[in-house]
């Protein structure tokens, strides 16, 4: 979704960092092309966004990096009553819906879940917040019946298979053969932990990408990488009945 919405201001998906935040969108539906920014001085504009950002350390300096972005962004001059901005808005609205459905979902997910032992060792991992928890304990059951992790990745379709057709032996990749669903949670929690303050996933990630930081190939098999961790980790924190602890498995 977030792709899509800075479509007038490019430079500001960087600023994006959490699909937890109504404030990017907020933000956006109140600029949406830099140009609103830029007519402003920048203390105006500090005045004028203050209360938009939320609650955010360092506030000033973000929107001061705000600003001086929106001065050189590529982005064109839209005007604010044109069919295009109104179109943008739209979005904007699909947006901050689906973050409310999704704030509704997890208030109920806490209430129903809140005092399981295993949801509570689940939302210890980082990535892991309530509606990912609900997500693996409906398709994966009590995970203490795979006696060993790689029972688990198999069942998730984490599981490694080579490709083979007669004497010819391919390039190996995920098996893909288990369940969806936990394979795509799997996928997202690892993609939130890796942004999340210091913790495992994260120096793995950060180790797995540093001879390319922007080879588009190999970060997809860093995040590929990560998400088998949190199979392991998910699986290793439920069978010892130990909340998570960064860099224990070092």
Same mark, same amino acid.
């Given at each position: 979704?977030?792709?899509?919405?800075?479509?007038?201001?490019?430079?500001?998906?960087?600023?994006?960092?959490?699909?937890?935040?109504?404030?990017?969108?907020?933000?956006?539906?109140?600029?949406?092309?830099?140009?609103? !920014?830029?007519?402003?001085?920048?203390?105006?504009?500090?005045?004028?966004?203050?209360?938009?950002?939320?609650?955010?350390?360092?506030?000033?300096?973000?929107?001061?990096? !705000?600003?001086?972005?929106?001065?050189?962004?590529?982005?064109?001059?839209?005007?604010?009553?044109?069919?295009? !901005?109104?179109?943008?808005?739209?979005?904007?609205?699909?947006?901050?819906?689906?973050?409310?459905?999704?704030?509704?979902?997890?208030?109920?997910?806490?209430?129903?879940?809140?005092?399981?032992?295993?949801?509570?060792?689940?939302?210890?991992?980082?990535?892991?917040?309530?509606?990912?928890?609900?997500?693996?304990?409906?398709?994966?059951?009590?995970?203490?019946?795979?006696?060993?992790?790689?029972?688990?990745?198999?069942?998730?379709?984490?599981?490694?298979?080579?490709?083979?057709?007669?004497?010819?032996?391919?390039?190996?990749?995920?098996?893909?053969?288990?369940?969806?669903?936990?394979?795509?949670?799997?996928?997202?929690?690892?993609?939130?932990?890796?942004?999340?303050?210091?913790?495992?996933?994260?120096?793995?990630?950060?180790?797995?990408?540093?001879?390319?930081?922007?080879?588009?190939?190999?970060?997809?098999?860093?995040?590929?990488?990560?998400?088998?961790?949190?199979?392991?980790? !998910?699986?290793?924190?439920?069978?010892?009945?130990?909340?998570?602890?960064?860099?224990?498995?070092?």
């Amino acid at each position: 979704m977030h792709e899509r919405v800075p479509l007038y201001f490019p430079e500001a998906d960087r600023f994006h960092r959490s699909s937890r935040s109504d404030w990017f969108f907020t933000f956006l539906d109140r600029y949406p092309s830099p140009h609103f !920014i830029s007519a402003m001085t920048k203390d105006a504009f500090t005045a004028d966004a203050w209360d938009v950002v939320g609650r955010k350390v360092a506030k000033e300096r973000l929107l001061a990096d !705000i600003y001086e972005t929106a001065k050189v962004s590529v982005g064109l001059p839209v005007a604010p009553d044109s069919d295009a !901005i109104s179109m943008f808005r739209l979005v904007l609205g699909e947006g901050r819906s689906l973050i409310a459905q999704r704030n509704q979902i997890e208030d109920r997910s806490v209430a129903l879940l809140k005092d399981l032992p295993d949801y509570q060792l689940l939302t210890s991992i980082p990535g892991i917040g309530p509606i990912n928890a609900l997500t693996i304990l409906a398709e994966a059951g009590d995970l203490r019946r795979f006696r060993h992790h790689r029972q688990f990745l198999k069942f998730c379709g984490m599981d490694l298979a080579t490709i083979q057709s007669g004497t010819f032996r391919g390039q190996t990749k995920l098996s893909k053969y288990g369940n969806a669903r936990l394979r795509r949670t799997l996928w997202m929690a690892g993609q939130v932990a890796i942004l999340q303050r210091t913790n495992s996933f994260r120096d793995k990630f950060e180790r797995y990408i540093a001879k390319d930081r922007h080879n588009t190939h190999l970060r997809r098999k860093a995040y590929t990488a990560i998400a088998a961790k949190m199979a392991r980790t !998910i699986h290793g924190i439920i069978k010892h009945g130990e909340p998570y602890r960064p860099f224990f498995e070092g």
